[in-house]
């Protein structure tokens, strides 16, 4: 989980929540069901749209810069083995956590919809059929209660004769209207942000209006205490714990639409200058992230085009050389790279790139570190050596301030093997690297923000190359 995903989730919460909002204060007095439902549906989608849309002014591509590496030469020596700890590269495992519970319900919310689907294919190929006005009517023993799918009424085998009319006309209702058209895009979103409240309160309110207009329809051709008691009865028949939710289910609220008066509440030009100014911050704050992220076709400069390198915002005014730039960065790096002890321990040693986009804005993005086999051709560097040294468990006396190395114990000195022969076992080294790896990432990802790269007195974004080599010393 990066951060454009963050962002764009961010952003999409922002439009969402101001437009349930509006649609509370606008419309929540409303009984215009097809305009609220058609509403609805729009700010949902428009939640997703929007901070995927260009920016209303400027330029939608970024400029980037291409620059020579920025590599230095620094050798970090480890004396004491207990000093260095690996908890902070723990967070990078964390995010992984995170992202994989997302997938797990994802694929989940993705098993279900195929199970739906091809479960309806089944009843409506070995259910019994007849038409109502046009429509297709399903009966089968395994339908659980009255519903519309897949251009069809399905009802189980045991709905009452008597009231099986206002059923279908109920569910047919639905049909012509297109309500299981409607539902696509939220269902199909359920899969992606199956996380987030904002979308369960869209699918929510949808239903809800959903069911009033079906309702609506039906009080055209039966009374409200006909199809009251129907609906109560339904209830009965099809949740076993209806009695507990009566008062605050959606039951309560379609029955109190059927008994009240209709009002003649309607949207009027207030309603639709709100709208404007709202949807104008929306599209003005929320339509840019595309812009951040689709570096394609870009125009690249060579370092001596670009009037001013990046630097960290720590600098006090305008960056004096390349030189300076250069000895920020390596400070923080000094004060926060560390030699994971899990990798010295194991005596893995290895190079590695790390490269990462300081955007016009001055952040970090498009992070990336890779091994590398060979280290010759650079002349500059960061060496961070530690010893390879392996504690026996407890062998730190905290009293005495001593440690206790094994002595004579060959695993001290044990190289692995894939770093003399990268060749041999890439898998393994994957492994093998990954802590390294982390903490270079975690280490990076410490920095402040930059000052962007300059050219001809504009920002611009650029990308910069580190190399950084693990050695070990006995």
Not at 61 to 90: C, L, Q, R, Y
Not at 101 to 117: A, N
Not at 156 to 178: S, W, Y
Request: hydrophobic share 45%; glycine share 6%; with cysteine.
């Amino acid at each position: 989980m990066n951060n454009e995903v963050l962002e764009f989730l961010l952003r999409v919460s922002l439009i969402w929540a101001g437009m349930l909002f509006f649609y509370k204060w606008a419309l929540g007095k409303s009984d215009n069901w097809r305009f609220k439902n058609r509403f609805l549906l729009l700010a949902y989608l428009a939640g997703i749209v929007i901070p995927l849309l260009p920016p209303l002014v400027g330029s939608n591509t970024i400029h980037a810069v291409k620059v020579a590496p920025i590599v230095f030469e620094k050798t970090i020596a480890i004396e004491n083995v207990a000093a260095v700890s690996d908890d902070k590269t723990g967070w990078l495992s964390f995010l992984e956590i995170i992202w994989g519970i997302y997938l797990v319900g994802v694929t989940l919310y993705v098993l279900q919809l195929l199970v739906h689907y091809f479960q309806l294919r089944q009843w409506k190929i070995k259910g019994k059929k007849y038409f109502f006005q046009s429509s297709l009517v399903i009966k089968h023993p395994k339908v659980p209660a009255p519903f519309a799918g897949l251009g069809a009424i399905f009802l189980p085998l045991t709905q009452d004769k008597d009231t099986e009319g206002m059923v279908c006309l109920h569910e047919a209702t639905h049909l012509r209207l297109g309500h299981n058209l409607e539902r696509i895009p939220l269902i199909l979103g359920q899969v992606i942000f199956w996380f987030h409240p904002l979308q369960w309160v869209f699918r929510k309110w949808q239903s809800e209006i959903q069911e009033f207009e079906a309702d609506e329809a039906v009080l055209q051709e039966y009374s409200p205490s006909e199809y009251g008691k129907l609906l109560i009865q339904t209830s009965m028949l099809f949740n076993i714990n209806w009695r507990a939710r009566f008062f605050s289910s959606p039951l309560k609220k379609r029955i109190h639409m059927m008994t009240k008066e209709k009002n003649s509440y309607r949207w009027h030009i207030g309603h639709t200058l709100i709208f404007v100014v709202l949807s104008i911050f929306m599209l003005s704050n929320c339509s840019d992230l595309i812009n951040q992220v689709d570096l394609s076709d870009q125009e690249e400069f060579l370092l001596s085009e670009v009037d001013q390198v990046p630097a960290l915002k720590t600098i006090d005014g305008p960056i004096a050389s390349k030189l300076l730039a250069e000895r920020k960065f390596l400070e923080h790096i000094y004060k926060n790279i560390k030699y994971p002890a899990v990798s010295r321990q194991n005596g893995i040693q290895g190079n590695f790139k790390a490269s990462f986009i300081i955007d016009e804005k001055g952040k970090m993005t498009s992070l990336k570190v890779d091994h590398v086999a060979d280290a010759s051709g650079h002349d500059h560097k960061i060496v961070v050596v530690g010893y390879a040294q392996q504690m026996v468990k407890g062998s730190l006396n905290q009293e005495k301030g001593t440690q206790k190395s094994l002595q004579g114990d060959k695993s001290k000195d044990r190289v692995v093997e894939g770093y003399l022969n990268p060749e041999k076992d890439s898998r393994n080294l994957s492994k093998e690297f990954s802590p390294l790896q982390q903490e270079i990432k975690r280490t990076l990802n410490t920095l402040p923000d930059w000052q962007p790269a300059q050219r001809k007195g504009q920002a611009v974004a650029s990308r910069l190359n580190v190399l950084i080599q693990y050695k070990l010393e006995r």
